[in-house]
Nanobody, 117 residues
């Protein structure tokens, strides 16, 4: 059962931009925050950015000033604008949503971002 669907990944040259989008299905309920994580080859999954229902955003130090998260948590929509991309940003990017009421983490299947040097 697909609950979060990502789109917007692809291949881009260093210095370029991409925009990732994520939309949740109706089976997702009581979401308090949404965000993006990424996993590079042979590395652990790491947080990229999150946003709460109140609009508070949090970023990994490695992407501050380059990436911007936005969304409508009530509609289960979150986007990630990625500028000034670097080869080290290459990874599979996963959309995430969290329900504190039910203690549930929702994940998308991921979208691949490849940044060439």
């Amino acid at each position: 059962q697909v609950q979060l669907v990502e789109s917007g990944g692809g291949l881009v040259q260093a210095g370029g931009s991409l925009r990732l989008s994520c939309a949740g299905s109706g089976s997702i309920v009581n979401v308090n925050a949404m965000g993006w994580y990424r996993q590079a080859p042979e590395k652990q999954r790491e947080l990229v950015a999150t946003i709460t229902g109140g609009g508070r955003a949090n970023y990994a130090d490695s992407v501050k000033g380059r990436f911007t998260i936005s969304g409508d948590i009530a509609r289960h929509i979150v986007d990630l604008q990625m500028n000034s991309l670097k080869p080290e940003d290459t990874a599979v990017y996963y959309c995430h949503a969290y329900s504190a009421r039910y203690g549930i983490n929702y994940w998308g299947n991921g979208t691949l971002v490849t940044v060439s040097s």
